[in-house]
């Protein structure tokens, strides 16, 4: 049974920086590509971030290019987000997420088929 489960949320001033975990288990971690989405209240769910299972390739939403770094350790079975910069509106529920890998980088949360329980990041003005 694969289990995700984040951490490392918080709340942070405007400015600052957070770093997410997510630790991966009851999955072979090299198989799988790996994305990062959020949902703020009131709006849907969103694209965050997302990496390929060897790490050698990467996707951002627009809106966090540049401020965002995503990676992985294969040895610990964990992916992270590193956060930047961190805006208000950046604040939202963090979820990590897992698919088969393939070819391409997923970016839709379809085609995720394994979700952590999320973790919460607001940002201060």
């Known amino acids: 049974q694969v289990q995700l489960v984040e951490s490392g949320g918080g709340l942070v001033q405007a400015g600052g920086s957070l770093r997410l975990s997510c630790a991966a288990s009851?999955?072979?971690?090299?198989?799988?590509?790996m994305g990062w989405f959020r949902q703020a209240p009131g709006k849907e769910r969103e694209f965050v971030a997302a990496i390929s299972w060897s790490g050698g390739r990467t996707a951002y939403a627009d809106s966090v290019k540049g401020r965002f770094t995503i990676s992985r350790d294969n040895v610990k079975n964990t992916v992270y987000l590193q956060m930047n910069s961190l805006k208000p509106e950046d604040t939202a529920v963090y979820y990590c997420?897992?698919?088969?890998?393939?070819?391409?980088?997923?970016?839709?949360?379809?085609?995720?088929?394994?979700w952590g329980q999320g973790t919460q990041v607001t940002v201060s003005s």
């Open positions: 009851g999955l072979t971690f090299t198989m799988y590509n």
């Open positions: 997420a897992a698919t088969l890998r393939r070819s391409g980088l997923p970016i839709q949360g379809r085609e995720y088929a394994s």
